[in-house]
Protein backbone atom coordinates (compact mmCIF):
# COMPACT_ATOMS: atom_id res chain seq x y z
CA UNK A 1 0.00 0.00 0.00
CA UNK A 2 1.14 3.33 -1.18
CA UNK A 3 0.95 6.29 0.86
CA UNK A 4 -1.40 8.61 -0.42
CA UNK A 5 -0.85 12.40 0.57
CA UNK A 6 -4.55 13.27 0.48
CA UNK A 7 -5.85 10.44 2.75
CA UNK A 8 -8.20 11.59 5.63
CA UNK A 9 -5.52 11.34 8.15
CA UNK A 10 -2.96 13.65 5.92
CA UNK A 11 -5.80 16.08 5.78
CA UNK A 12 -6.77 16.39 9.38
CA UNK A 13 -2.78 16.78 10.22
CA UNK A 14 -3.15 20.17 7.09
CA UNK A 15 -6.07 21.43 9.13
CA UNK A 16 -8.27 20.93 6.18
CA UNK A 17 -10.53 18.47 7.63
CA UNK A 18 -11.31 19.18 11.34
CA UNK A 19 -11.05 16.33 14.10
CA UNK A 20 -12.11 16.23 18.05
CA UNK A 21 -8.94 16.46 19.33
CA UNK A 22 -7.66 14.77 22.27
CA UNK A 23 -3.97 14.86 22.41
CA UNK A 24 -1.05 16.57 20.30
CA UNK A 25 2.75 16.76 20.90
CA UNK A 26 5.79 17.03 18.89
CA UNK A 27 5.08 13.81 16.95
CA UNK A 28 1.45 12.47 17.40
CA UNK A 29 -1.92 13.48 17.09
CA UNK A 30 -4.65 11.54 18.95
CA UNK A 31 -8.60 12.31 18.02
CA UNK A 32 -12.12 10.54 18.20
CA UNK A 33 -12.75 8.21 15.60
CA UNK A 34 -16.32 9.23 13.88
CA UNK A 35 -17.62 6.17 13.62
CA UNK A 36 -17.05 4.92 17.65
CA UNK A 37 -17.36 0.82 18.22
CA UNK A 38 -16.74 1.53 21.42
CA UNK A 39 -17.87 4.10 24.33
CA UNK A 40 -13.71 5.57 23.53
CA UNK A 41 -12.91 5.33 20.76
CA UNK A 42 -9.96 7.34 19.79
CA UNK A 43 -7.23 7.61 16.98
CA UNK A 44 -3.66 8.26 17.48
CA UNK A 45 -1.55 9.22 14.25
CA UNK A 46 1.98 9.98 13.57
CA UNK A 47 2.71 13.52 12.35
CA UNK A 48 5.26 11.44 9.66
CA UNK A 49 3.71 10.32 6.59
CA UNK A 50 3.73 6.35 7.39
CA UNK A 51 1.67 3.93 5.54
CA UNK A 52 1.55 1.40 9.08
CA UNK A 53 3.79 -0.37 11.65
CA UNK A 54 5.99 -2.05 9.25
CA UNK A 55 6.96 1.50 7.81
CA UNK A 56 7.34 3.38 11.17
CA UNK A 57 9.62 0.72 12.52
CA UNK A 58 11.53 0.55 9.08
CA UNK A 59 11.70 4.25 8.65
CA UNK A 60 10.60 5.98 11.29
CA UNK A 61 13.22 8.07 14.22
CA UNK A 62 13.29 6.43 17.26
CA UNK A 63 11.54 9.65 18.70
CA UNK A 64 9.10 9.08 16.49
CA UNK A 65 8.32 5.14 17.56
CA UNK A 66 8.13 6.40 21.07
CA UNK A 67 5.92 9.08 20.83
CA UNK A 68 3.63 7.18 19.63
CA UNK A 69 3.53 4.65 22.24
CA UNK A 70 3.27 7.07 24.49
CA UNK A 71 0.78 8.89 23.33
CA UNK A 72 -1.62 6.08 23.28
CA UNK A 73 -0.72 5.33 26.95
CA UNK A 74 -1.43 8.59 27.94
CA UNK A 75 -4.48 9.23 26.19
CA UNK A 76 -5.36 5.68 27.76
CA UNK A 77 -5.03 7.28 31.24
CA UNK A 78 -6.19 11.31 30.23
CA UNK A 79 -9.23 9.13 28.81
CA UNK A 80 -9.78 7.19 32.24
CA UNK A 81 -9.74 3.70 30.51
CA UNK A 82 -5.95 2.51 31.53
CA UNK A 83 -7.11 1.27 34.81
CA UNK A 84 -9.90 -1.04 33.51
CA UNK A 85 -8.16 -1.91 30.81
CA UNK A 86 -8.19 -0.72 27.42
CA UNK A 87 -7.25 -2.31 23.90
CA UNK A 88 -4.95 -0.77 21.33
CA UNK A 89 -5.07 -1.64 17.40
CA UNK A 90 -3.08 -1.62 14.69
CA UNK A 91 -4.82 -3.27 11.03
CA UNK A 92 -1.93 -3.84 8.71
CA UNK A 93 -2.13 -3.89 5.28
CA UNK A 94 -5.06 -5.37 3.21
CA UNK A 95 -5.83 -8.46 4.92
CA UNK A 96 -4.93 -7.01 8.23
CA UNK A 97 -8.21 -5.05 7.81
CA UNK A 98 -5.96 -1.41 6.92
CA UNK A 99 -8.78 0.93 5.19
CA UNK A 100 -6.71 4.54 4.99
CA UNK A 101 -2.98 4.54 3.95
CA UNK A 102 -1.68 6.26 7.29
CA UNK A 103 -0.53 4.39 10.01
CA UNK A 104 -3.40 4.75 12.87
CA UNK A 105 -3.08 3.15 16.37
CA UNK A 106 -7.53 2.43 17.30
CA UNK A 107 -7.68 3.02 21.40
CA UNK A 108 -10.53 0.90 22.29
CA UNK A 109 -12.06 1.46 26.31
CA UNK A 110 -15.18 2.03 28.36
CA UNK A 111 -16.37 -1.89 28.83
CA UNK A 112 -15.47 -5.22 28.42
CA UNK A 113 -14.50 -5.40 24.75
CA UNK A 114 -14.12 -9.51 24.74
CA UNK A 115 -12.52 -11.74 22.20
CA UNK A 116 -10.79 -9.74 18.87
CA UNK A 117 -11.17 -12.75 16.77
CA UNK A 118 -13.12 -15.87 15.86
CA UNK A 119 -11.66 -19.24 16.65
CA UNK A 120 -11.99 -21.75 13.85
Same mark, same amino acid.
Given at each position: ?? &? ?17 ? #? ?6 ? !? ?18 ? &? ?6 ? !? ?7 ? !?? &? ?8 ? =??? !? ?10 ? #? ?17 ? =? ?7
Amino acid at each position: MA &YDTNNIFARILRGEIPCKK #VYEDEYTL !AFHDISPQAPVHVLVIPKGA &YVSMDDLA !ANGSDREIA !AL &YRAVSKVAHD =LGV !AAEGYRFLVNCG #VNGGQEVPHLHVHIFGGRR =LGRMIQIA
